[in-house]
Each structure stands twice: as structure tokens, then as C-alpha cells.
């Protein structure tokens, strides 16, 4: 799979974008929205351009298709997993409204936006949110979730460390720690630092039994 593409935007028209990479020319369809950010850049900027790619193969052709981030990328595999929607009207859809926008659409709910989307009527917008709510994240908020959650657990690495040392998996021992945290918010504000240690240590072994 081309994971990706690095060269020298040559043209940006219509939902196509010109890359020459080396000696070769790739002519790669793009979003509306990627279209107009690659359109914003000037001189020096168009020069080693990553673009995302996803080749796109058919019984009688092939298609490359180009994305400037990951989410608009992960959004158009996504909602080729809805049924009745394709490269060609997924990449349409990513064309008239923001991934953000259509990731808040989704989860909300929302048939009178979705469906206000070219290429989208009611009946696909109602598959778009039966299939697609709370599944589409964006790296962003992943990111966030993440830092949030080690600021949660930081104070208690050496616990964490010590529960991985004794063989239980990081990640399921984060999971525990987190949980105690929460269940037991009121009663560490009341404990020491250590004492409170000894009570998520032996709450967390029990936990993961």
C-alpha cells in the first residue's frame, strides 16, 4: 500500500491535485477542503508535500485518492463502511463539510446537517449515524484523552511500575488505577501520599485478582 507521497504540488484544480515526486507526476482526487489548503500555499510551501494516500482498486481501473491529514483520511474509510456510500461519494462528502464538523454531526445526531451535505439524503444520513456514531475519533482528541489520562495516573507510576513488574499488563494496569482513583477520590484527598499508595496498590491487586 502507498502510505504516502512526498514531492512538489504542481496543480490543485477541480479535486485534483498534480504531485510530482522525482521523475514521476501522480494525479491524485482530493477533497474540496484538501483542495483548498493546498491551494493556500505559497512558493516555498509547495515544495515536499506529504499527502496521505489511499489507492482505491476497481475491476477495470485504479484510482489514488489524497488526503492532508490522517482524520480526513480515516473518516473516508470509514464511511465507505456504511452501506451505498463509495470512494467517489465519500470523498464528496469529505468535500462539503470539515472531519470535525461531520464527527460532531455524527455523534449528535444530527439529520438536518448531515443531510444538507452534498450527495447525502435523509435514508443514507440516517445509515451515516446508525453505523459511524462514536466510532470516528480524531487524532486531536485522542491525543488529549491520552495526555489527561497520564496526568491522572502520573503520581502514581511507581505502583504502576511495580504491578508491571510483578507480571500484570501496563495497560490494564493503568485501566485499574484509574478506576480506584475515581471510586476512591474522597478517601485519598483524606490520606497520605504513601498511605494512599498502599490503599490503590492492595485495591489494584484485588482488582486484577
Known amino acids: 500500500m502507498i502510505n504516502a507521497l512526498l514531492g512538489d504540488i504542481i496543480q490543485v484544480q477541480d479535486g485534483q491535485l498534480l504531485l510530482r515526486c522525482g521523475f514521476i507526476e501522480f494525479d491524485i482526487a482530493v477533497s474540496n477542503q484538501t483542495a483548498s489548503r493546498l491551494s493556500n500555499l505559497k512558493g516555498e510551501q ?3 508535500v ?3 494516500t489511499v489507492l482505491v482498486h476497481r475491476e477495470d481501473s485504479m484510482s489514488l485518492y ?7 483520511r480515516q473518516a473516508f474509510l470509514q464511511l465507505q463502511t456504511v452501506s451505498g456510500i ?3 461519494q465519500a470523498m464528496k462528502i469529505l468535500g462539503g463539510i470539515s472531519v470535525r464538523h461531520l464527527v460532531e454531526a455524527l455523534d449528535g445526531g444530527n439529520l438536518q446537517l448531515l443531510g444538507s451535505i452534498p450527495g447525502i439524503g435523509p435514508k443514507t444520513a440516517q445509515k451515516m449515524i446508525l453505523a459511524l ?3 470516528l475519533v480524531l487524532e486531536e482528541d485522542i491525543s488529549k484523552a491520552k495526555d489527561a489520562k497520564s496526568t491522572k495516573t502520573s503520581p502514581w507510576s511507581d505502583i504502576i511500575q511495580a504491578l508491571v513488574d510483578m507480571g500484570y499488563e501496563r495497560r490494564l494496569v493503568e485501566q485499574q ?5 475515581e471510586k476512591e477520590a474522597s478517601q485519598l484527598e483524606k490520606l497520605s501520599h504513601h498511605d494512599s499508595e498502599e490503599l490503590l496498590f492492595r485495591s489494584a491487586i484485588k482488582a486484577l485478582g
Open 46 to 48: 509547495k515544495q515536499n
Open 177 to 181: 488505577i484509574e478506576k480506584i482513583i
Open 133 to 135: 456514531r462514536n466510532v
Open 86 to 88: 463509495g470512494a467517489k
Open 50 to 52: 506529504r499527502i496521505l
Open 66 to 72: 489524497g488526503f492532508f491529514d490522517a482524520d480526513e
